[in-house]
T-cell receptor, first 112, second 114 residues
Framework: DTGVSQDPRHKITKRGQNVTFRCDPI?????LYWYRQTLGQGPEFLTY????????KSRLLSDRFSAERPKGSFSTLEIQRTEQGDSAMYLC??????????FGPGTRLTVL | DAKTTQPPSMDCAEGRAANLPCNHS???????VYWYRQIHSQGPQYIIH???NNETNEMASLIITEDRKSSTLILPHATLRDTAVYYC???????????????FGKGTKLSVKP
């Protein structure tokens, strides 16, 4: 257990539905990251926050994806109108401006 | 795209040293070499990082060649629990202390066998 928690751990949804994932970072960490990982591939960067500010977004983050970190603590990642191609593991990580990130266990999304 | 090249898979006998190579021939002067690993169905776990000197911690040793174009991660006494995908990543570090994001490749799948 790294201290980063994610909820839910698994989510099955039907195509076209909206889903929201939550990440709780290590409490004093100011940076929070979201990554996506598909089967057989390494994680791909989606976006990151420093405190409550979203500082960078990958081109992978389409208009259907939105992330928030309203009080600089927990973060949510929402996917609207899910597609089968959104099926993946969604990973959250946090860091304290240091040189290493701590990853959570991930949320596995299956879109039917 | 990842800026590193790693073998897709390796085997190692339990109790022996596991030596995982990584090529990063285009690395620039302000990029660090990082290693993470990912055990099945878990999030990635930080192992070690370095700039140009060799580094050692409680998990592993990192040997970086003098020209910095390649490195080797050494697990001195591999156990079955070290079976995982190992990712070698080069990462930009700015003078202000901010770091670039992690760009993962496909990594090396290390299988430790009894």
């Amino acid at each position: 257990d790294t201290g980063v928690s994610q909820d839910p751990r698994h989510k099955i949804t039907k195509r076209g539905q909206n889903v929201t994932f939550r990440c709780d970072p290590i409490s004093e960490h100011n940076r929070l990251y979201w990554y996506r990982q598909t089967l057989g591939q390494g994680p791909e960067f989606l976006t990151y926050f420093q405190n409550e500010a979203q500082l960078e977004k990958s081109r992978l983050l389409s208009d259907r994806f939105s992330a928030e970190r309203p009080k600089g603590s927990f973060s949510t990642l929402e996917i609207q109108r899910t597609e089968q191609g959104d099926s993946a593991m969604y990973l959250c990580a946090s860091s304290l401006g240091s040189l290493r990130e701590f990853f959570g266990p991930g949320t596995r999304l299956t879109v039917l | 795209d990842a800026k590193t090249t790693q073998p897709p898979s390796m085997d190692c006998a339990e109790g022996r040293a596991a030596n995982l190579p990584c090529n990063h021939s285009t690395i620039s002067g302000n990029e660090y070499v990082y290693w993470y690993r990912q055990i099945h169905s878990q999030g990635p776990q930080y192992i070690i990082h370095g700039l140009k000197n060799n580094e050692t911690n409680e998990m592993a040793s990192l040997i970086i060649t003098e020209d910095r174009k390649s490195s080797t991660l050494i697990l001195p006494h591999a156990t079955l629990r070290d079976t995982a995908v190992y990712y070698c990543i080069v990462r930009l570090m700015n003078y202000g202390g901010s770091q670039g994001n992690l760009i993962f490749g496909k990594g090396t799948k290390l299988s430790v066998k009894p």
